[in-house]
């Protein structure tokens, strides 16, 4: 069994900050690509950043500046720290985890449960 728990939404006003988690564990080999999506209502899931295991970053061009991926590769956990944050980033993020549970296992890509964020006053 593997597990991909997000924890940190909530509802803060504009301008403001949150600190989004993701723990992965149980039966996991090694963990190689992670990343966040956000998904607002009547639209499509959409990528918004991610992270190698060796640290290379990739943002969506509308939160360049703003949010911060990063992960500790010893706690199996990956964080985005989002700061100005706008009405338009409302929405659940979800977070990845690309892994593998076994040496010879196929990687595959486990998703968590998904994380409100509510940007308003």
């Known amino acids: 069994q593997v597990q991909i728990v997000e924890s940190g939404g909530g509802l803060v006003q504009p301008g403001g900050s949150l600190r989004l988690s993701c723990a992965a564990s149980?039966?996991?080999?090694?963990?190689?690509?992670m990343g966040w999506y956000c998904q607002a209502p009547g639209k499509q899931r959409e990528l918004v950043a991610a992270i190698t295991t060796r640290g290379s970053t990739n943002y969506a061009d509308s939160v360049k500046g703003r949010f911060t991926i990063s992960r500790d590769n010893s706690k199996n956990t990956m964080y985005l720290q989002m700061n100005s944050l706008k009405a338009e980033d409302t929405a659940v993020y979800y977070c990845?985890?690309?892994?593998?549970?076994?040496?010879?296992?196929?990687?595959?890509?486990?998703w968590g449960q998904g994380t409100q964020v509510t940007v308003s006053s």
């Open positions: 149980g039966s996991i080999f090694s963990i190689y690509d």
């Open positions: 990845y985890a690309e892994l593998r549970r076994t040496a010879a296992g196929t990687l595959v890509r486990y």
